[in-house]
């Protein structure tokens, strides 16, 4: 019985559960999305142009459960997916990024900002 109720519990919603990323700053986040131009494919908030939408938007990224519909949406697996999507799924259309793993850090406190529906 205690162990069908951990897994329920692990089932739950956590979108609201806060995701810190240890050493990330949104401001500099920001400043690496315009850098390397994440907005080429994604519609970002903060971001005036360009405005894509072959990786779609990524408004209330936040409180979103999964990062690209298949991954938990937890900081350490968000750092991975910024740095290098492929490692975790081939055939994503998201390029390896040529951040650092600081520059991913970063970029995923700006998107953990993104709480907005």
């Known amino acids: 019985m205690i162990a ?3 897994l329920v519990g692990a089932c739950a919603d ?4 806060p995701r ?3 050493g990330g700053d949104p401001s500099r986040g920001l ?3 315009e850098e390397v131009g994440c907005g080429a494919c994604h ?3 903060g971001v005036g142009w360009p405005r894509g939408t072959v990786g779609g938007p990524l408004k209330g ?3 979103r459960p999964l990062i690209a519909g298949r991954f938990a949406n937890q900081p350490d ?3 991975t ?3 290098d999507a492929p490692s975790l799924s081939p055939a994503s259309g998201m390029p390896t990024m040529p951040i650092a793993e600081d520059q991913a850090r970063d970029v995923a406190a700006y998107l953990y900002t993104l709480d907005d529906h």
């Open 31 to 33: 400043a690496v999305i």
């Open 14 to 17: 956590k979108t609201n559960t």
């Open 77 to 79: 697996t968000l750092v």
């Open 61 to 63: 990224f936040a409180v």
């Open 20 to 22: 810190l990323i240890a």
């Open 4 to 6: 069908a109720l951990s």
């Open 43 to 45: 519609d970002i908030p």
């Open 81 to 83: 997916w910024l740095k």
